[in-house]
């Protein structure tokens, strides 16, 4: 069974930086999926942020976090990473992680059946 959990949210002060880590199991290492990590505000649709091929690559990203935040894996303990510098108060959110047997990766969240629990990351100003 795929599960996935989320680590690493937390308080920040406007400019600064996290990094959030998904740690997943029940894909065996040489299978072929797709992870993306999405966030949702209260009152706001969930919306995809960036997205990973368990290649490490390609990699996608919202136009709201282009340039500020990086996604990337670590291969051998099966964890997602994704880095965020330069947070700003908009970026203040739930942060989910996902995963699916996904060709490419897509921020389309209806695409990724498997979801964790979620982290909070609250960017203060």
């Known amino acids: 069974q795929v599960q996935l959990m989320e680590s690493g949210g937390g308080s920040v002060q406007a400019g600064g930086s996290l990094r959030l880590s998904c740690a997943v199991s029940?894909?065996?290492?040489?299978?072929?999926?797709?992870i993306g990590w999405f966030r949702q505000a209260p009152g706001e649709e969930r919306e995809g942020v960036a997205a990973i091929s368990s290649a490490g690559y390609p990699t996608i990203y919202a136009d709201s976090v282009e340039g500020r935040f990086t996604i990337f894996r670590d291969n051998h303990m099966m964890t997602i990473y994704l880095q965020m510098n330069s947070l700003k108060p908009e970026d203040t959110a739930m942060y989910y992680c996902?995963?699916?047997?996904?060709?490419?990766?897509?921020?389309?969240?209806?695409?990724?059946?498997?979801w964790g629990q979620g982290t909070q990351v609250t960017v203060s100003s």
């Open positions: 029940g894909y065996s290492p040489s299978s072929w999926y797709s």
């Open positions: 996902a995963c699916d047997s996904l060709v490419r990766p897509v921020l389309d969240r209806w695409s990724y059946n498997y």
